[in-house]
Nanobody, 116 residues
Framework: EVQLVESGGGLVQPGGSLRLSCAGS????????MRWVRQAPGKGLEWVSG????????TYADSVKGRFTISRDNAKNTLYLQMKSLKPEDTAVYFC?????????RGQGTQVTVSS
């Protein structure tokens, strides 16, 4: 079964940190570019960060640049998102996605809540 499973979300105070993980299975993980997207309550999907298949290139939304770091371990079929200096506006469900030219796979999401 092709799937992505996110983990690592939770409740954190403003200024805190979290590390999200996304484990892939059922497909050749290293062949796919990966990205994180998020959906805040009552809003649409927002692209957060992306990484190429071998991890050579990373990109970030302006809203998270300098605070979030995306990485991947292809030997473990896992994508990561290290989040620091979290703000209340980072509260959202975070999804990981794998994509190539013809297909896209999305996980079920993990909730991140930033609140005091």
């Amino acid at each position: 079964e092709v799937q992505l499973v996110e983990s690592g979300g939770g409740l954190v105070q403003p200024g805190g940190s979290l590390r999200l993980s996304c484990a892939g299975s059922g497909f050749t993980f290293s062949h796919y570019n990966m990205r994180w997207v998020r959906q805040a309550p009552g809003k649409g999907l927002e692209w957060v960060s992306g990484i190429t298949s071998l991890g050579w290139t990373t990109t970030y939304a302006d809203s998270v640049k300098g605070r979030f770091t995306i990485s991947r371990d292809n030997a473990k079929n896992t994508l990561y998102l290290q989040m620091k200096s979290l703000k209340p506006e980072d509260t959202a469900v975070y999804f990981c996605e794998a994509y190539d030219g013809g297909s896209e796979i999305r996980g079920q999401g993990t909730q991140v809540t930033v609140s005091s």
